[in-house]
């Protein structure tokens, strides 16, 4: 299988810049900033380009460096925050937002709630649509993802209830849930934005190493290592632990228009490692998204100890272009 540009970048980034240049004047995008910048390399000025769109480079993968957890939680919700203001959402144009669970997203969720609050973010013209939800326990259990994303999230915000999916572990058919869900992802013209987080295994949402990676929304068995990880929220009882779960698939996230995935903490590193410096893995099913057009991860410095010196070097020297994503921080209050 081919594998992405971006695995040639180390060694000949100017080379693709300009290929994408070719590329889109090609096809006639415009929105893209083209920088020159320029290394001084043996007494000789080489030139370099790189490509600064809302849209992202249709042939880069983006890696965002952050030097911990809080910053690259606050990076992420800052590039959220933006992609919905400058859609302009409205009551005929909804903003489609994909949403995760679990510890590290939590920093985001603050941000944006923290936004929110200060009059700088709406969510009243969002949708949102959750990965995953256990299959048989009940929607009011503390450790079900319905109480998760109310108790952290959709409560401290303007979301309308019945814009806010998630998938019903409960339901008497549970095909017949899985497939409800897919359709309500189509009628709302699909997802702008998937933000996901992945396990130290690679797995993201409940697509765990082997899931195929065109999957769609369904059931799944869960694997015992995440029953056993998962029993730190059962007070340590194997037997209270859900070992099935409903799913949004490898391809319903892929078929996102971008999907932004949150890696943090060295025991992600060799995740991270995975999803960008090798092949695509039906064993690591986060390294599918090298083959997705618009793709960044956002992580922090301890989750790229397993990266090669040279693929961290190349993208910290982005950090100037990645930060024009977020910077300035764009805001609903009105003037701004």
Not at 109 to 119: A, F, T, V
Not at 197 to 214: K, M, Q, Y
Request: proline share 4%; aromatic share 12%.
């Amino acid at each position: 299988m081919r594998r992405r540009p971006f695995c040639a970048l180390g060694l000949h980034p100017g080379l693709w810049a300009s290929r994408s240049a070719r590329r889109l004047g090609s096809l006639g995008v415009a929105g893209f900033l083209l920088f020159p910048l320029f290394q001084h390399q043996k007494s000789r000025w080489v030139g370099r380009f790189e490509f600064l769109s809302w849209n992202l480079c249709i042939t880069i993968m983006r890696l965002v460096i952050l030097d911990n957890y809080d910053l690259a939680s606050e990076w992420a919700a800052k590039y959220i925050c933006n992609r919905i203001i400058q859609f302009k959402p409205g009551q005929d144009r909804y903003f489609t937002l994909g949403l995760p669970t679990g510890s590290t997203p939590l920093g985001c969720y603050k941000k944006l709630i923290e936004y929110h609050k200060n009059g700088d973010l709406s969510f009243k013209y969002v949708k949102t649509f959750n990965m995953d939800e256990y299959v048989g326990l009940p929607r009011n259990h503390p450790e079900s993802y319905h109480s998760y994303m109310w108790n952290n999230f959709f409560k401290h915000i303007d979301i309308d209830p019945k814009n806010a999916h998630i998938l019903d572990g409960n339901a008497a058919d549970l095909q017949a849930e899985c497939d409800a869900f897919e359709k309500k992802i189509k009628e709302a013209g699909g997802i702008d934005l998937f933000v996901g987080g992945i396990g130290p295994d690679g797995h993201i949402a409940f697509n765990e190493p082997g899931s195929s990676l065109v999957s769609r929304t369904r059931l799944k068995t869960l694997a015992m290592d995440t029953i056993l990880a998962n029993a730190k929220y059962f007070d340590g009882d194997l037997s209270k632990v859900p070992t099935m779960a409903l799913t949004v698939g490898v391809g319903t996230v892929m078929d996102a228009r971008e999907v932004m995935i949150l890696i943090t903490g060295a025991h992600k590193a060799f995740a991270l490692y995975k999803a960008i410096e090798e092949g695509v893995n039906h064993m690591w099913t986060v390294s599918a998204f090298q083959q997705h057009p618009r793709t960044i991860f956002v992580c922090d410095e301890d989750a790229t100890l397993e990266l090669r010196v040279k693929t961290v070097k190349y993208f910290k020297g982005l950090m100037h272009v990645h930060n024009k994503l977020v910077d300035p921080l764009y805001s609903m209050k009105e003037g701004n």
